[in-house]
């Protein structure tokens, strides 16, 4: 099932994608049933994020050819840390280069969204609390993450965070193929079977620090080929059986 979120004449909702054709819900995180007499043809409408997350939790260096291209030891334990949901952005809507930063780099990622609120869960439980997936680009000024030593500021622009087409429910994580295209150039390709915590582990680890509310995302790390973008181009994420994500960059 294919979940987005729409926009028409002042109105925004949820709705499940047949087709070409848009069946409204109430609020996927409570419910599944379609509302009652209505549809839309998805051409009419506005395509936005699929989700809005009170937090967007990141994991740093999650596969292993990433680490071997970077030199670096394998974790031990999740490296994460927060992007803000002012970052949020849908397909389509473009990523701005800030003007403070001389180094903009994309980064495509699996995106888990969460379904139900999660404390506490065990990993064998982990896949009940999950509503779905999407495709995410955690947008990096790599010049400024390495000024500051900690990452809050080269990841936490506005626009830096897009994620869509739509929450994919229903799919295994576990052996998912993502690509990364810059003006229709392939620069990253690899496979979720690369991670070195996987998705379940990782929702367990995170629940067991913070608690993760519906509609919470968590990306799941970057394979290797990150590099920079500038204004003019078009990156494009792609993750099989999720979607396409497509976003332009422009200068502030």
């Known amino acids: 099932m294919r979940i987005g979120r729409f926009h028409h004449r002042g109105e ?3 709705g499940i994608v047949e087709g070409d054709t848009v069946l409204p ?3 996927p995180f409570q419910s ?3 509302v009652s007499g209505r549809q839309f043809a998805l051409p009419e409408l506005d395509l936005l994020a699929p989700c809005l997350p009170t ?3 990141c994991v740093g260096l999650n596969y292993r050819d990433h680490a071997l291209e970077l030199g670096m030891a394998l974790p031990d334990e999740p490296v994460l840390f927060l992007k803000p949901s002012t970052a949020v952005i849908g397909p389509g809507e473009p990523i701005v280069y800030p003007a403070m930063s001389h180094q903009v780099d994309y980064e495509a990622e699996l995106a888990v969204v969460i379904g139900k609120k999660a404390r506490q869960v065990r990993e064998e439980e982990a896949a009940g609390y999950i509503l779905g997936y999407t495709c995410a680009n955690d947008v990096t000024a790599r010049d400024l993450q390495k000024k500051d030593g900690q990452w809050t500021r080269a990841k936490s622009f506005d626009t830096f965070l897009p994620l869509g087409p739509y929450i994919v429910t229903g799919v ?3 052996d998912r193929e993502v690509s990364l295209y810059l003006n229709g150039e392939r620069k990253q390709h690899s496979s979720t079977s690369q991670l070195i915590f996987p998705v379940y582990r990782l929702v ?3 629940s067991r620090i913070m608690t993760l509310l519906p509609g919470d995302i968590i990306l799941t790390g970057t394979p290797a080929g990150v590099g920079p973008v500038q204004p003019g181009d078009t990156v494009e994420v792609v993750i099989s059986g999720i979607g396409r994500l ?3 960059v422009v200068k502030k």
């Open 12 to 14: 925004i909702f949820y």
């Open 204 to 206: 367990s680890f995170i």
């Open 246 to 248: 497509a976003n332009p």
């Open 25 to 27: 819900v109430a609020d």
């Open 32 to 34: 599944l049933e379609p």
């Open 172 to 174: 295994d994580p576990g």
């Open 55 to 57: 937090k967007a939790v």
